[in-house]
């Protein structure tokens, strides 16, 4: 597949007999780059899309369902060049473009550390006192992507033997699938309200991601 992709980009990650899942471009560090002239908090991850993964394994799908998908992974880093390398695994088709919603964007919610613990979430990023054992956000390439996939489906048997199977999948790279009482804790430290998407909450911190599809 030749086509570059970009934001609003519904594709097909293929599995084994002509079957796919399905997944969305929603969001590109580029889109901040272009308009302030930095990638800000995007740095680190400049070199990825964020994806949306949907639940579901299909043979074929129709353009008009595809808005009415539900979402299994709401926010994951990958690397751009796993989708134009031959190197990397599986190969991908183009589904459909629809615009982005900024409102409905997700991103991965991370602990990263530098010179100390910070939470991440996107444009937003706290400064915390306790470092947690959640790993800085993770790079994904197309087959970790479908592997994470049919994992939160339950359906690990579908995953190639020749894929990397990880010991923990997101629950150690991402708040979101964390296990126990860790992203409670983590909000209530950082005062962050999970009732609350991620375009509400970075608009507290003074970052309007519509911003940046404009």
């Known amino acids: ?79 751009k060049s796993s989708f134009y390398k031959k190197l990397y695994k599986p190969a991908w088709r183009y589904l459909d473009h629809r615009e982005v919603n ?16 910070y939470f991440e979430y996107g444009e937003i990023s706290i400064p915390i006192e306790k470092g947690i054992d959640i790993r800085k956000t993770v790079h994904a390439t197309n087959s970790q992507a479908v592997v994470n996939a049919l994992h939160y489906m339950g359906r690990d048997d579908l995953v190639r033997k020749d894929y990397f199977m990880p010991a923990s999948f997101l629950e150690r790279s991402d708040l979101r699938f964390s296990e126990g009482s860790v992203l409670h804790d983590v909000a209530a430290m950082v005062g962050v309200d999970l009732g609350k998407g991620y375009y509400q909450l970075a608009l507290e911190h003074g970052a309007d991601l519509s911003r940046l599809y404009e």
């Open 102 to 117: 900024p409102k409905t964007v997700e991103f991965p919610m991370v602990i990263t550390n530098a010179e100390r613990f």
């Open 1 to 79: 597949m030749s086509k570059k992709l970009r934001v609003g980009d519904y594709f097909g990650l293929e599995l084994a007999g002509g079957k796919f899942i399905v997944g969305r471009i929603t969001f590109d560090p580029e889109q901040r780059k272009a308009k302030e002239g930095n990638y800000g908090n995007f740095n680190f991850v400049q070199d990825c899309y964020v994806i949306q993964v949907y639940e579901g394994i299909y043979s074929r799908i129709d353009s008009r369902d595809l808005a009415h998908l539900k979402v299994l992974i709401p926010g994951l880093y990958i690397f």
